[in-house]
């Protein structure tokens, strides 16, 4: 392990932030880890992490602190609830942080950390799911400081195969905001496809490598289209939550910004009638089971 590298802590060790812990071990990084559910940490420190038990801790020893937690409310009470990141923050040291948020909360989270702290936040959400942050494949898209998004890019290299720094704080949750959508809005259209070609007698499974290489291909046709047809729906790759949380957001940014989005709100419409099913932790493959006909 080079001594010349950063420290780095890590809180959010779920479907996207183990594989990303793994990754930033293997290429040497000292890793500091947290996690709500701590034994969820326990592969990492067999693999040579150090594991804390509250978020303060995260900044006795990191240069930079990554987060990567469900939502805006799970965030704000990581950094600013009873031992909270901002207890024990330092001047100099950045957060990065790879959850999708409402891009107004960051903002205002940053401006309060920074204020209270001189920690500076770089919001740079994450698209990939499991397999890219498995692979180092990722898709990370920041808003924040050139220098900040300068600092990191060597590290983030070792996660995804593409940083692009889209703007000013905020502007990378804008970026994941229409990234959704568009996963949405395609994860919804793909089960009426699979349905449609169930029920007109055509075999469901072939519609991926049928469809590869045209205009229809994408990579949820790849992905979702054949656990559709198959029915498979584990093990969870992503879950039907989180969609409706960015299909939210992304409808609550439309308003906030005057801005016409009909299809994302129905989808979001969908999404939550799904999840009312006891769908809400399951992988959006089972987004066919809106279409298909219940067996008696």
């Known amino acids: 392990m080079s001594s010349s590298l950063p420290a780095l802590a890590f809180a959010g060790i779920g479907l996207m932030g183990l594989p990303m812990c793994r990754r930033l071990l293997a290429a040497g990084y000292p890793l500091t880890v947290w996690n709500r559910s701590p034994d969820k940490?326990?592969?990492?420190?067999?693999?040579?992490?150090?594991?804390?038990?509250?978020?303060a801790e995260l900044c006795q020893s990191a240069d930079?602190?990554?987060?990567?937690?469900?939502?805006?409310?799970?965030?704000?009470?990581?950094?600013?609830?009873?031992?909270?990141?901002?207890?024990?923050?330092?001047?100099?040291?950045?957060?990065?942080?790879?959850?999708?948020?409402?891009?107004?909360?960051?903002?205002?989270?940053?401006?309060?950390l920074a204020a209270q702290t001189g920690m500076h936040w770089l919001d740079a959400p994450v698209s990939g799911g499991t397999a890219g942050a498995t692979a180092g494949t990722l898709a990370?898209?920041?808003?924040?400081?050139?220098?900040?998004?300068?600092?990191?890019?060597?590290?983030?290299?070792?996660l995804g195969q593409r940083l692009t720094h889209m703007g000013a704080?905020?502007?990378?949750?804008?970026?994941?905001?229409?990234?959704?959508?568009?996963?949405?809005?395609?994860?919804?259209v793909i089960a009426e496809v699979v349905a449609l070609a169930e029920k007109s007698g055509v075999d469901a499974?072939?519609?991926?490598?049928?469809?590869?290489?045209?205009?229809?291909?994408?990579?949820?046709?790849?992905?979702?289209?054949?656990?559709?047809?198959a029915s498979q729906f584990e093990p969870i790759k992503w879950h039907v939550r989180t969609l409706l949380k960015d299909l939210d957001t992304?409808?609550?940014?439309?308003?906030?910004?005057?801005?016409?989005?009909?299809?994302?709100g129905l989808a979001a419409q969908l999404m939550?009638?799904?999840?009312?099913q006891g769908n809400l932790q399951r992988d959006p493959a089972t987004l066919i089971e809106l279409y298909r006909e219940a067996k008696p």
């Open 140 to 158: 990370i898209m920041a808003g924040g400081r050139a220098e900040d998004v300068a600092r990191v890019r060597p590290i983030l290299a070792h």
């Open 41 to 55: 940490c326990a592969e990492l420190v067999v693999a040579g992490a150090r594991q804390v038990f509250s978020p």
């Open 250 to 264: 992304a409808v609550k940014l439309a308003r906030e910004q005057d801005s016409a989005t009909p299809l994302s």
């Open 64 to 112: 930079i602190v990554l987060l990567c937690l469900a939502d805006t409310r799970v965030v704000r009470q990581v950094v600013f609830g009873p031992a909270g990141i901002v207890e024990g923050a330092q001047l100099g040291q950045l957060l990065v942080d790879f959850s999708s948020l409402e891009p107004a909360a960051t903002r205002e989270m940053a401006a309060e």
């Open 272 to 276: 939550r009638l799904h999840g009312s």
């Open 205 to 229: 499974s072939l519609l991926a490598e049928a469809l590869s290489g045209g205009f229809a291909d994408s990579k949820p046709l790849q992905i979702l289209a054949p656990q559709m047809a």
């Open 169 to 188: 704080l905020g502007a990378g949750q804008v970026t994941k905001v229409c990234n959704q959508m568009l996963v949405a809005c395609n994860a919804l």
